[in-house]
């Protein structure tokens, strides 16, 4: 709780003063698309769809520059497959051969702040940092060999584990109010009791307040 009311508390220290400049407030929402990078034999990560939602707030500089920040909660991850897998369930059995896989439910605090750069018509450019909280995992079977409920039974990892990296992304205002954001965020260290690194590409709609 403390590290989820310090990540609250930055966001909202960032942005209560209003006399730097004309502040923006909003909420945004969306799809996101993610999977984790990391040391793996025989095995792989692959992307899984989850989602996003929160709200942002932003300083205009002037008409080309914007300082953009967001609190978001999000449900992502990554899942997880070997293929081929072999296994006995006693010595005399046949040994039974198919794919494991499973999806791996991140939940997820995170705060970007990014500075955004306008051209014309628009659309703009962005980049920043991103610090996160990942407050649990999950990790469910959807695909297994074996109907064996032991080996195929669903896993909860409490973490408060923080994270840290790097945005990019780009946007186009369709309206005053609405504007298309397409972002690509990626770790810079390991984090949570899996020791990876986590790839996320949200693609939503923010909507000016």
Do not use: C, W
């Not at 791996?104 to 955004?116: H, K, M, R, Y």
């Not at 999950?138 to 896993?155: H, L």
Request: net charge negative; hydrophobic share 40%.
């Amino acid at each position: 709780m403390r590290k989820t009311a310090l990540l609250i508390g930055i966001f909202i220290i960032l942005f209560s003063s209003k006399t730097i400049a004309q502040t923006e407030f909003g909420a945004k929402a969306g799809l996101n698309f993610s999977k984790y990078s990391g040391s793996l034999y025989l095995a792989k990560y692959q992307f899984k769809m989850g989602f996003y939602a929160g709200g942002f707030a932003a300083i205009n500089i002037n008409e080309k520059f914007k300082i953009h920040t967001e609190l978001l909660f999000a449900l992502q991850g990554s899942n997880f497959l070997i293929k081929e897998v072999t296994i006995r369930e006693s010595p005399y059995e046949i040994a039974k051969v198919g794919d494991f896989k499973t999806k791996i439910t991140e939940t997820t605090i995170s705060v970007p702040l990014v500075a955004q750069y306008y051209l014309a018509d628009g659309i703009y450019f962005e980049t920043g940092p991103q610090m996160g909280l990942i407050l649990k995992q999950k990790e469910k079977v959807i695909k297994s060999p074996t109907d064996d409920p032991e080996f195929n039974a669903t896993m909860d990892f409490e973490n408060n584990t923080f994270d840290f990296g790097l945005v990019v992304g780009a946007g186009y205002e369709l309206n005053e109010e609405l504007t298309l954001n397409l972002r690509y965020y990626f770790s810079t260290i390991e984090h949570s009791v899996l020791e990876v690194k986590s790839a996320v590409i949200n693609l939503g709609l923010e909507y000016e307040l």
